[in-house]
């Protein structure tokens, strides 16, 4: 899901951007801050979320982690300005998933077979990221494109064109 959400932005961010009133000389630069401060955060959070772990177990941190993340992926498509965009997709980052599950397979797994368990993480990782791409395509912008019973004439998604992605992620 972390990967899915990663690459949820990409078809459609430029798109979001320009909408936004940019100007066209800052849409790339926008657009590229958008899509890199959710691994950033993802980064610098890292060693506190295994230090937090470490300190108030790994449920807890999991748990509250995985809703400020839920939270920041469903608001990404609610945006009216590029900070909004950069804020929540950082929020998004805050996720404590890419630390926090190597854990336990490392504990629960014996060294023999440790390197197989974990080779199983790059196909999963561009599984999902393969997944947002296709999500985020289809679903952004769809009023008038996609079919009634999918929001395809809903005024809310005439005024949030980028939000139906997002909350299917959100949702997922």
């Known amino acids: 899901m972390d990967s ?36 950033l955060a993802e980064a610098a959070a890292a060693p506190f979320w295994a230090k937090a772990a470490d300190k108030y177990g790994r449920k807890r941190c999991a748990t509250l982690g ?34 926090l599950s190597k854990i336990p397979i490392t504990e629960l797994t014996h060294p023999s077979n440790r390197g197989f368990i974990f080779s199983i993480y790059s196909p999963i990782f561009n599984t999902g990221y393969l997944l947002g791409h ?22 809310f998604f005439k005024r949030w064109p980028y939000a139906l992605p997002c909350l299917v992620n959100a949702f997922l």
């Not at 993340?69 to 980052?93: D, E, N, P, T, Y």
């Open 4 to 39: 899915l959400t990663y690459g949820l932005i990409f078809p459609f961010i430029v798109e979001y951007i320009t909408s936004l009133d940019v100007p066209q000389d800052k849409t790339g630069l926008y657009a590229g801050i958008s899509e890199g401060s959710l691994m």
């Open 66 to 99: 995985f809703m400020v993340s839920v939270l920041a992926s469903g608001c990404v498509g609610f945006g009216q300005s590029v900070g909004w965009i950069i804020f929540w997709r950082m929020c998004a980052g805050l996720n404590p998933t890419p630390v």
């Open 134 to 155: 296709l999500i985020g395509g289809w679903l952004a912008n769809p009023y008038g494109r996609l079919p009634n019973w999918m929001g395809g004439d809903s005024s």
